[in-house]
Protein backbone atom coordinates (compact mmCIF):
# COMPACT_ATOMS: atom_id res chain seq x y z
CA UNK A 1 0.00 0.00 0.00
CA UNK A 2 1.08 3.48 -0.71
CA UNK A 3 1.86 6.21 1.94
CA UNK A 4 -1.64 8.05 0.82
CA UNK A 5 -3.48 5.02 0.90
CA UNK A 6 -2.25 3.77 4.85
CA UNK A 7 -3.16 8.01 5.63
CA UNK A 8 -6.59 7.58 3.97
CA UNK A 9 -7.37 4.44 5.96
CA UNK A 10 -5.77 5.29 9.28
CA UNK A 11 -6.78 9.42 9.25
CA UNK A 12 -10.09 8.77 11.28
CA UNK A 13 -7.76 6.89 14.85
CA UNK A 14 -5.44 9.45 13.97
CA UNK A 15 -8.28 12.35 14.40
CA UNK A 16 -9.77 10.65 16.90
CA UNK A 17 -6.21 11.24 19.20
CA UNK A 18 -6.14 14.77 17.96
CA UNK A 19 -9.36 15.38 19.12
CA UNK A 20 -7.16 15.46 22.54
CA UNK A 21 -4.38 17.66 20.86
CA UNK A 22 -6.85 21.02 22.13
CA UNK A 23 -6.39 22.06 17.99
CA UNK A 24 -2.65 22.74 18.16
CA UNK A 25 -2.88 20.67 14.48
CA UNK A 26 -5.09 19.14 12.12
CA UNK A 27 -4.61 15.94 10.21
CA UNK A 28 -3.25 18.14 7.39
CA UNK A 29 -0.79 19.57 9.50
CA UNK A 30 0.41 16.32 11.29
CA UNK A 31 0.35 14.54 6.84
CA UNK A 32 2.56 17.70 5.93
CA UNK A 33 5.21 17.15 8.97
CA UNK A 34 5.38 13.63 8.18
CA UNK A 35 5.68 14.13 4.70
CA UNK A 36 8.56 17.12 4.67
CA UNK A 37 9.72 16.45 8.21
CA UNK A 38 12.85 15.14 7.09
CA UNK A 39 12.84 12.39 9.14
CA UNK A 40 11.94 13.49 12.15
CA UNK A 41 8.22 12.67 12.38
CA UNK A 42 7.50 8.93 11.05
CA UNK A 43 3.84 7.22 9.98
CA UNK A 44 3.44 3.80 11.61
CA UNK A 45 0.37 2.45 9.92
CA UNK A 46 -1.04 -1.10 10.99
CA UNK A 47 -4.08 -2.96 9.88
CA UNK A 48 -6.37 -1.85 12.72
CA UNK A 49 -3.96 0.98 14.23
CA UNK A 50 -1.38 3.75 13.81
CA UNK A 51 1.21 5.71 15.29
CA UNK A 52 2.60 8.69 15.02
CA UNK A 53 5.97 9.08 16.71
CA UNK A 54 8.57 12.28 16.51
CA UNK A 55 12.44 12.52 17.65
CA UNK A 56 12.94 15.17 19.83
CA UNK A 57 16.34 15.85 19.85
CA UNK A 58 17.87 17.33 23.46
CA UNK A 59 21.69 18.08 24.01
CA UNK A 60 22.31 15.42 25.89
CA UNK A 61 19.96 12.62 24.47
CA UNK A 62 17.06 11.59 22.00
CA UNK A 63 13.68 11.04 22.70
CA UNK A 64 11.36 9.27 20.81
CA UNK A 65 7.95 10.68 21.43
CA UNK A 66 4.73 8.58 20.94
CA UNK A 67 2.50 11.55 19.96
CA UNK A 68 -0.79 9.87 18.08
CA UNK A 69 -1.91 7.07 18.98
CA UNK A 70 -4.91 5.31 17.59
CA UNK A 71 -6.91 2.13 16.96
CA UNK A 72 -7.28 -1.43 18.21
CA UNK A 73 -5.01 -1.30 21.61
CA UNK A 74 -4.35 -5.17 21.04
CA UNK A 75 -2.72 -4.07 17.95
CA UNK A 76 -0.91 -0.66 19.30
CA UNK A 77 0.48 -2.77 22.14
CA UNK A 78 2.21 -5.12 19.58
CA UNK A 79 3.48 -2.74 17.60
CA UNK A 80 5.18 -0.43 20.21
CA UNK A 81 8.57 -3.10 20.91
CA UNK A 82 9.00 -2.44 17.01
CA UNK A 83 8.90 1.15 17.28
CA UNK A 84 10.90 1.10 20.11
CA UNK A 85 13.61 -0.15 18.77
CA UNK A 86 13.59 1.55 15.71
CA UNK A 87 14.06 4.18 17.94
CA UNK A 88 16.96 3.24 19.70
CA UNK A 89 18.48 2.00 16.48
CA UNK A 90 17.78 5.60 15.57
CA UNK A 91 19.91 6.35 18.54
CA UNK A 92 17.37 7.91 20.86
CA UNK A 93 17.76 6.60 24.63
CA UNK A 94 14.31 6.82 25.59
CA UNK A 95 10.81 6.85 24.82
CA UNK A 96 7.65 9.25 25.67
CA UNK A 97 4.37 9.17 25.16
CA UNK A 98 1.26 11.95 25.35
CA UNK A 99 -1.75 10.93 25.92
CA UNK A 100 -4.91 10.33 28.15
CA UNK A 101 -4.33 9.55 31.52
CA UNK A 102 -5.94 5.85 30.61
CA UNK A 103 -2.60 4.96 28.99
CA UNK A 104 -0.57 4.54 32.60
CA UNK A 105 -2.84 1.39 32.96
CA UNK A 106 -1.61 -0.29 29.96
CA UNK A 107 1.38 0.77 29.29
CA UNK A 108 3.11 -0.65 32.68
CA UNK A 109 6.67 -0.34 31.91
CA UNK A 110 6.63 3.62 31.11
CA UNK A 111 6.75 6.00 34.47
CA UNK A 112 4.55 8.95 34.43
CA UNK A 113 7.33 12.13 34.16
CA UNK A 114 5.31 15.32 34.42
CA UNK A 115 1.74 16.23 34.58
CA UNK A 116 0.58 19.31 32.20
CA UNK A 117 -1.62 21.53 33.03
CA UNK A 118 -2.80 24.11 30.90
CA UNK A 119 -5.37 26.96 30.29
CA UNK A 120 -5.98 29.46 27.31
CA UNK A 121 -4.76 33.10 28.32
Known amino acids: ?19 RAEGTHTLDDVRDLIER ?8 P ?3 AAVVTEIIPY ?5 LHF ?4 GDLEELMGMK ?3 EAWGRAAGCTRARGTGRPG ?7 YR ?4 VLEREI
Do not use: N, T
Open 1 to 19: MSFAEDWERCSPWLAAALE
Open 37 to 44: GQGQYQFW
Open 46 to 48: GRR
Open 59 to 63: PRMWV
Open 67 to 70: WLIG
Open 81 to 83: PHI
Open 103 to 109: WERVLKD
Open 112 to 115: RSAV
